[in-house]
Structures are given as structure tokens and as C-alpha cells.
């Protein structure tokens, strides 16, 4: 369900609620955060996260009129999933700015190879990347992307039943293939209700 001004808090009372709302979407968060290995992660965005996103961008910028809030929540909500899917920023992370920008030269295209698999022989269904603009360039790729994992009902109600999960990357600068934890694939079947 998408958010609504109504939703918000005004400056002054997210002021109040800031410590204890950012604790609670950190700890959210925890479980909605995949590893693809030492350099990638999937964090997978929800109501709550996207929430807490928009409170922030407020804050910071002190934006309190109506209309530039209808703007953030016009451009954060797409992030919100729907029910059939998930939605998840991807990003590749390297400590040494020197070593991303290296390892990016070689990563053009990672983001279509990214996916996630119910079941040990399931279909690999592949992420649907970047629907904002196109972040590779030549041979390069950017260090974050935008993705969205669409599900029919059959995998959902797989899910459901206790089906393992597996999520991983078929590029060849950061190939792997995990099994997700049980704990975090509770986590993301609550965004398939």
C-alpha cells in the first residue's frame, strides 16, 4: 500500500518520534538485507523503509509544503512493493574508492544477471532493473541499482509452503548462488500478501 501525505509526520513531530522510528527500521532492516557475496547486496525496500526514507528526506531538506511533499512521495512509492513482487535497491560495495571504481570497469550489464529462485530447481526469475534510467555505461556499471522481482502465484504460494529461497548473480566479476535464511525469507513473504 502506498503512502499517503496523511501517512507523514509533520518536522516538528518526527522530530519527537526520530530515535525510536529509526531504531525500529533498523532492526527491520536487518532481515530485509540478502549478501551476494563480500561486494553485493540487495536491500529490499518496503512500506516501512520507504517511510522512514521519505521522513528523512524532509528533514533534512525541511521540506513542508504540500506539493514538495507529493513529489516525494511520488518519487519514493514506486519502491513500495505490491503484492507480487519485490522491490530492492542492489549495490556494490567496495571499501577502497580506488578498488570500486577498478571492479565497476568490469561489471557492465551485472544488474541483468541478478536473480532470485524458489526452490533448488526452480525457474531463476531475473530482476527487471533500472526502470528510472540506464545505469551502465560501455563496459562500466554504477554502484547502485533499482530492481524488481516479479512472482506469479505459483512461486508465492511455494513460499508460503516452506519452500526454500535462493537469490545470487550470474556475472562473471561476482558470480554466486545463496540460500536465503529463514528468518529473512519470512521477512520478504510478508511483502506478498
Given at each position: 500500500?502506498?503512502?499517503?501525505?496523511?501517512?507523514l509526520?509533520?518536522?516538528?513531530e518526527?522530530?519527537?518520534?526520530?530515535?525510536?522510528f529509526?531504531?525500529?527500521v533498523?532492526a527491520?532492516?536487518k532481515r530485509?538485507n540478502?549478501?551476494?557475496?563480500p561486494?553485493?547486496?540487495?536491500?529490499?525496500?518496503?512500506?516501512?523503509?520507504?517511510?522512514?526514507?521519505?521522513?528523512?528526506?524532509?528533514?533534512?531538506?525541511?521540506?513542508?509544503?504540500?506539493?514538495?511533499?507529493?513529489?516525494?512521495l511520488?518519487?519514493?512509492?514506486?519502491?513500495?512493493?505490491d503484492?507480487?513482487?519485490?522491490?530492492?535497491?542492489?549495490?556494490?560495495?567496495?571499501?577502497?574508492?580506488?578498488?570500486?571504481k577498478?571492479?565497476?570497469?568490469?561489471?557492465?550489464?551485472i544488474?541483468q544477471?541478478?536473480?532470485?529462485?524458489?526452490?533448488?530447481t526452480?525457474?531463476?526469475?531475473?530482476?527487471?532493473?533500472?526502470?528510472?534510467m540506464?545505469?551502465?555505461?560501455?563496459?562500466?556499471?554504477a554502484?547502485?541499482?533499482?530492481?524488481?522481482?516479479?512472482?506469479?502465484?505459483?512461486?508465492?504460494?511455494?513460499?508460503?509452503?516452506?519452500?526454500?529461497?535462493?537469490?545470487?548473480?550470474?556475472?562473471?566479476?561476482?558470480?554466486?548462488?545463496?540460500?536465503v535464511?529463514?528468518?529473512?525469507?519470512?521477512?520478504?513473504?510478508?511483502?506478498?500478501?
Open positions: 500500500m502506498q503512502l499517503k501525505r496523511s501517512d509526520w509533520s518536522l516538528e518526527y522530530a519527537s518520534r526520530r530515535e525510536a529509526r531504531s525500529e533498523i527491520h532492516k530485509r540478502i549478501a551476494l557475496g561486494h553485493a547486496t540487495l536491500y529490499f525496500e518496503d512500506r516501512l523503509t520507504m517511510h522512514y526514507q521519505i521522513q528523512e528526506m524532509l528533514r533534512v531538506e525541511r521540506i513542508f509544503e504540500a506539493a514538495e511533499i507529493e513529489e516525494e511520488a518519487s519514493y512509492n514506486p519502491l513500495i512493493p503484492g507480487s513482487n519485490w522491490k530492492a535497491t542492489f549495490m556494490i560495495e567496495y571499501g577502497d574508492v580506488e578498488e570500486r577498478v571492479a565497476l570497469a568490469t561489471m557492465g550489464g544488474e544477471t541478478v536473480w532470485v529462485r524458489v526452490g533448488e526452480g525457474d531463476k526469475i531475473f530482476a527487471i532493473t533500472n526502470e528510472d540506464e545505469r551502465t555505461r560501455d563496459e562500466k556499471a554502484a547502485v541499482h533499482f530492481m524488481r522481482f516479479e512472482f506469479d502465484q505459483t512461486a508465492v504460494a511455494s513460499l508460503k509452503s516452506g519452500t526454500a529461497l535462493f537469490m545470487g548473480i550470474d556475472h562473471a566479476s561476482l558470480p554466486g548462488s545463496y540460500q535464511a529463514e528468518d529473512q525469507k519470512a521477512a520478504l513473504i510478508a511483502d506478498l500478501d
